[in-house]
């Protein structure tokens, strides 16, 4: 059974820094992602990270802000989010595709609140 706990959201000054982590179990993963959902709006993907080279991909929203990275000895990927914005306010969510048959799975998602 897959399961993916998403842990490191909370309150944030803006400019503030918080680092989400997201313990994936049950099976080996070709890719890792961290989307991020609003009311009212779309998920939208913020990062992922290809398992076999470590290839990482952003939106353009987060680059040069926001770093994903991986231990896949641990199965863990996480999100490092720097100089953050009130618009970054959202529940993100962790993403995994499973290696053997291609099906994607969602944790359940953490709230980060950019606010002063």
């Known amino acids: 059974q897959v399961q993916l706990a998403e842990s490191g959201g909370g309150l944030v000054q803006p400019g503030g820094s918080l680092r989400l982590s997201c313990a994936a179990s049950?099976?080996?993963?070709?890719?890792m992602s961290w989307y991020r959902q609003t009311p009212g709006k779309e998920r939208e993907l913020v990062a992922d990270?290809?398992?076999?080279?470590?290839?990482?991909n952003y939106a353009d929203s987060v680059k040069g802000r926001f770093t994903i990275s991986r231990d896949n000895a641990k199965n863990t990927v996480y999100l490092q989010m720097n100089s953050l914005k009130p618009e970054d306010t959202a529940v993100y969510y962790c993403?995994?595709?499973?290696?053997?048959?291609?099906?994607?799975?969602w944790g359940k998602g953490t709230l980060v609140t950019v606010s002063s």
């Open positions: 993403s995994a595709v499973r290696y053997d048959n291609g099906m994607r799975y």
């Open positions: 049950g099976f080996t993963f070709s890719s």
């Open positions: 990270i290809i398992s076999i080279n470590m290839m990482t």
